[in-house]
């Protein structure tokens, strides 16, 4: 046995010992957030998602999103660009796990390296229709704040997708070897309706275990702890109650988002940078379709979030003067408390990236220096 796997296994026992305890102590709660989170699938996500997912799937069969992969290698840069635009459209309106979806096609089980995993993390956003009818109309009951919400995750997106993808690079030469063979339309339409079907089974599958793991949490006092932290250094009650949550899962940090007093554009900062980091179960359900390094791809996703606050931050107050009445009003105070939150919540992200960043070459260092035999 390889010794540097030890630590691994040791660590997954103790995390499954923990969580068997935490099932068995909170039957009943665990029972009741795996029907909402079947239900959230069912009523939210799967009316969502699946659509374009499908519409993802032929692209991809026909040899339209191959084809696009390949294009991003050519020696144009406007080629680059453009073909890198089209193919973060086709993720971007697909929605979570689009993006790892598509990429995973042609890594498989190989391990993305650190481009293709920023590029892949970038891509794998929330679709607009989640955004704009599940969470600015049902959760938070608010559409004025989805154009700005909007703005602060695609394009503070696209422009670091667009800036890694520019320079010329031979990474992906290797992965688009095998293109997809030429189908029939019946074929490439029963297959991608398949796979799309399985795609969401397993969202569906993470987004139940994530809400009875955040229900356990919940109940052994894991999340009010890691909100009373986050309130201590000056975030509003509300708010960091959602933080905390949305770290684990995003549609239930959006959903008590709605309870805060906090004003609307730090409101709707908080719910982009949510939305874009998309919290652990995000991942799993994209690590569900392709080896994404985790410090790298939380490292992006950070990144991502911090930008989508700072942006969606400053935009909805030309989007939303109604709501910031609503919420507090504008006066001085509550600019300046508003103002003081918003950096808190920005140096906060921008300590984590450090740490995920500084944590990820420790670790890597300790794993090199491990025996391999």
């Not at 891509?123 to 703005?151: D, H, K, Q, R, Y």
Request: glycine letters at 8%.
């Amino acid at each position: 046995m390889l010794m540097g796997v030890e630590p691994v296994l040791a660590i997954a026992f103790i995390i499954f010992i923990a969580l068997y305890a935490a099932f068995l102590c909170f039957y009943a709660p665990a029972m009741d957030a795996a029907r909402a989170g079947f239900e959230l699938w069912l009523t939210a996500v799967m009316p969502a998602l699946f659509p374009f997912m499908v519409c993802a799937s032929i692209l991809h069969y026909s040899g339209v999103i191959s084809r696009l992969m390949r294009l991003q290698l050519h020696d144009n840069v406007a080629v680059r660009l453009l073909s890198s635009l089209a193919l973060f459209a086709v993720c971007a309106l697909s929605g979570s796990p689009a993006g790892a979806r598509v990429y995973g096609y042609y890594f498989g089980a190989k391990r993305a390296d650190v481009r293709s995993a920023f590029t892949c993390s970038l891509c794998n956003l929330c679709g607009p229709m989640f955004i704009v009818g599940a969470v600015c109309t049902s959760m938070l009951n608010m559409p004025a704040l989805a154009p700005p919400i909007l703005i602060g995750h695609y394009a503070t997106a696209l422009a670091g997708y667009l800036a890694i993808c520019a320079p010329r690079t031979k990474g992906m030469s290797v992965l688009l070897q095998t293109t997809a063979e030429r189908h029939s339309l019946s074929h490439v339409i029963t297959a991608s309706i398949a796979s799309s079907m399985e795609a969401m089974l397993k969202v569906c599958a993470t987004i139940v275990f994530f809400m009875v793991c955040i229900t356990a949490l919940d109940c052994m006092g894991a999340i009010t702890l890691l909100s009373d932290v986050l309130n201590g250094v000056g975030i509003d009650e509300g708010a960091s109650y959602a933080i905390a949550a949305g770290v684990l899962e995003l549609t239930n940090g959006c959903a008590l988002l709605s309870e805060s007093t906090v004003s609307a554009p730090l409101m709707a900062g908080i719910c982009a940078a949510i939305v874009s980091f998309g919290g652990v179960c995000v991942y799993f359900q994209a690590r569900a379709f392709i080896n994404l390094p985790a410090g790298v791809y939380f490292c992006s996703k950070l990144l991502h979030a911090a930008a989508a606050f700072a942006v969606t931050y400053a935009l909805t107050p030309a989007f939303c003067y109604d709501a910031n009445e609503a919420f507090g009003g504008m006066t001085p105070e509550a600019v300046a408390l508003g103002s003081e939150q918003a950096a808190i919540i920005c140096t906060a992200i921008l300590i984590s990236v450090s740490t995920v960043i500084l944590a990820g070459i420790i670790i890597g260092r300790r794993l090199k220096r491990l025996p391999t035999a």
